[in-house]
């Protein structure tokens, strides 16, 4: 399972999960990836581009109506159970993302 890094400037962490492995994030998400090849896809902005994609399996503890999966590009966006997930890089081996947790609740 590959490990988080937590970021010096904000909550975020940042974390390169390799392909067929999985991290875990909090309590509560894992997320696993793999199934990395280039296909074009549209980006947020409409635009079609060719590039790296991957599978990312989301998976929520004690929620099975939650766990999916989805297929990423640099750059997109991804939100669950309050985790803001990015991606910042695909290449061959794995994915870059930057992970943004639920606020903590306040006392």
Partial sequence: MS??????????TESYILATTQ???????RVGTGN??????????GA?????TAGLWLFVRDRLELNRHVRVHEG???EIIDYQLTVLKIDEDGIRLKVIP???PQP
Avoid: K
Avoid at 36 to 45: A, L, N, P, R, V
Avoid at 48 to 52: K, Q, R
């Fill in 48 to 52: 079609t581009a060719t590039g790296l």
């Fill in 102 to 104: 639920p606020p903590s």
């Fill in 23 to 29: 991290a875990q994030f909090g309590d509560s998400l």
């Fill in 76 to 78: 997109q966006q991804v």
């Fill in 3 to 12: 490990s988080p890094e937590a970021l010096a400037d904000d909550e975020s």
């Fill in 36 to 45: 990395i090849w280039e296909e074009e896809f549209t980006g947020e902005d």
